[in-house]
Structures are given as C-alpha cells and as structure tokens.
C-alpha cells in the first residue's frame, strides 16, 4: 500500500512563499510513480495543480500556477517538493500530494493519495 504523507502548509501573506513536502512511508518507493499535487478550495472540485514524472525529467502544470509554482522530486530521499512562490488568496486549499501509474492531469487518474495539508494565503 502507497503510504503518502504532507507537511509544510499554513498560513502566509499574499506574494509569500510556502514549500511543501510529500514523505512516502513505509514500503513505498515513489519511484515506481509519476506524482502529483492537487487542491481543494472551500465549496469546489479538486483540481490539478502540478505533476512530476518518475524519473523528474517532466513536469507540468495547471495554468493558474505556471511560472509561480514548481514541483521536484527526490527518489534517493523518497520525497516530492512543491514551491509555491507569488502565493494569491485564490490558492488557498487543501494541497495533496498523489501518486499515479502514468503521469496525468486528471483528478481520478491518481491512485493513491495523502491526507492533505491546508494552505491558507490571506490578502
């Protein structure tokens, strides 16, 4: 079983940065899985916010974080990154971090997924 867990959330000022982390615990090897990052906002859908292939040669993006955000991955540590820079009161969600067999952009086309962390900008 995919065990993924996040940190790094809170409370930050419009035009702040924030990193968060996804740790993979137990016996998984995030190697094996394209990763991602998706939110969700008070009274919305989940979206897609970035992702990452297996070995980290490709990243993309959803348009309203391009250029601001940045995902990464370190497979030696069994951790994924996301550094969110120019942080808008729009990007206040709950953040998770996914794992998925294909790299993707769709919500249900992640497998496993963390128990969120809240990312709260304020203007």
Avoid at 51 to 61: A, L
Avoid at 93 to 113: E, K, L, P, Q, S
């Amino acid at each position: 079983q995919v065990q993924l867990v996040e940190s790094g959330g809170g409370l930050v000022q419009a035009g702040g940065s924030l990193s968060l982390s996804c740790a993979a615990s137990g016996r998984t090897f995030i190697r094996s899985y394209a990763m991602g990052w998706l939110r969700q906002a008070p009274g919305k859908e989940r979206e897609f916010v970035a992702g990452i292939g297996r070995s980290g040669g490709s990243t993309f993006y959803a348009d309203s974080v391009k250029g601001r955000f940045t995902i990464s991955r370190d497979n030696a540590k069994n951790t994924v990154t996301l550094q969110m820079n120019t942080l808008k009161p729009e990007d206040t969600a709950v953040y998770y971090c996914a794992a998925a067999r294909i790299a993707t952009m769709r919500n249900d086309g992640y497998d496993y997924w963390g128990q969120g962390t809240q990312v709260t900008v304020s203007s």
